[in-house]
């Protein structure tokens, strides 16, 4: 029997139980598409990620902190001067310090009320973030509404503000862009209000940032330090370099600080780029990890086409044995029920390529439609070659090896015993 006929022979088969065929495919047509895809959704969430942390993975921070050792030196803060002498390392860009605290703020003569983490409930304190003109730059953050203050405001010191969303709309309403120019009450001093920031997430939303000077001397007064900053970002000149620059940065500071002992240092210089090197591992675990979940599914699918040719085999036991009889060989019956184990199997993985194109195409075209906020702002499925292909082959080599014992049932029954089977 040529194979053209094995193939017939078995089209026909499947055509004469059509729904007991298309419930068995079921299970390979779902298992198929979740795993094209789970896994352009994964790289897509992935790719996302990447995109997003790219511009800071050049970062650190240093921030102060106490010796942790008993009885050691007194710890000294950070300080312009320390600022002054990391700014001349060869490795950085970019340097931008902030000096941070809370104070009650009000909107003009506006009293503030009780805090509340409702939209419309106003703040008793807000966190104020003294900083350079180029913080949101080294932050990658923008403004929603207004602008943020510019080198010559940051000279001088100005008393203008930029504020984040939910203090914005606690003290002067829903609109943005209705804080514009308005007035701030912070410690007793009147602040301009420039710009409004969108959302970050509830501890950056209950912010104002202002000029360094402005925060020094208008919010937190003299006794603050006058020189201290509360951190320092470094921005490398490249990814490559951030190594270099840390070990240069924690070298000047333990000579800055006469820090003989590591134990004794009274900074940390956090190595942003490691964090998220992490992070990034952990997405790429999860990435490879939730495809493999929805393989699942197409075990699942196959067992399905394990128990319907188990089926097929005992309701053709009599069919088997009176081909048998009139000299068909047992590689014949091997081939047929194998070859209609994988035809099921194959329709099953092109039905399911087919659904799980068609829906990351379906997503692709409304993607556009719906925001896009964080992470998540450049989003996109990726649909790649692979995954379909490898969806595909595994479709059909569960419908082999699904097929196989079934087949081989077949293949061993006698022709007397076959053709007594009622």
Do not use: C
């Amino acid at each position: 029997m040529s194979p053209r006929d094995v193939l017939a022979i078995a089209l026909r088969a499947l055509q004469s139980h059509k729904m007991r065929s298309s419930l068995t495919m079921l299970g390979l047509v779902i298992g198929v598409a979740a795993v094209i895809l789970l896994t352009a959704f994964g790289d897509g969430v992935g790719d996302s990620v990447n995109a997003a942390i790219a511009p800071v993975a050049n970062s650190t921070t240093i921030v102060p902190k106490l010796s942790p050792i008993p009885g050691g030196p007194s710890a000294k803060p950070l300080t312009d001067a320390d600022e002054q002498a990391i700014a001349q390392l060869p490795g950085v860009s970019q340097l931008v310090p902030t000096v941070t605290g809370a104070t009650v703020g009000a909107a003009g003569q506006k009293a503030v009320a009780v805090t509340a983490s409702t939209p419309d409930a106003n703040f008793t304190s807000a966190s104020v973030i003294g900083t350079t003109y180029n913080f949101l730059a080294a932050n990658q953050k923008t403004v929603a509404v207004g602008s943020f203050f510019d080198q010559a405001q940051d000279r001088a010191g100005a008393k203008v503000a930029v504020l984040g969303p939910l203090i914005a709309q606690a003290l002067y309403g829903p609109d943005p862009s209705a804080a514009l120019n308005k007035t701030l009450r912070l410690n007793h001093v009147l602040f301009t209000v420039i710009g409004v920031m969108p959302s970050y997430g509830k501890a950056g939303d209950n912010v104002v940032v202002m000029p360094m000077g402005a925060a020094r001397s208008g919010v937190f007064g003299y006794g603050y330090g006058g020189d201290e900053v509360s951190s320092i970002v470094v921005k490398s000149t490249s990814t490559g370099a951030v190594k270099q620059v840390e070990a240069e940065i924690t070298q000047l500071m333990d000579q800055r600080h006469n820090i003989t002992d590591p134990r004794y240092e009274d900074f940390q210089v956090q190595d942003l780029g490691s964090r998220l090197t992490t992070f990034t591992q952990l997405i790429q675990l999860i990435t490879n990890f939730v495809p493999a979940i929805a393989a699942i599914s197409l075990l699942v699918g196959g067992i399905g086409v394990l128990n319907i040719m188990l089926v097929s085999v005992t309701d053709r036991t009599r069919e088997i044995g009176t081909r048998k009889a009139v000299g068909a060989s047992d590689s014949a019956i091997l081939s047929q029920f194998v070859l209609e184990a994988v035809t099921l199997a194959g329709f099953g993985g092109m039905i399911g390529v087919g659904f799980g194109v068609g829906l990351i195409m379906l997503t692709k075209a409304l993607l556009p439609l719906l925001p896009k906020t964080g992470f998540l702002s450049s989003f996109d499925p990726v649909l790649a070659v692979a995954p379909i292909a490898v969806a595909f082959v595994i479709s059909l080599a569960i419908g082999l090896i699904a097929g196989g014992y079934p087949a081989w049932r077949a293949a061993r029954l006698e022709p007397i015993e076959a053709l007594r089977y009622e």
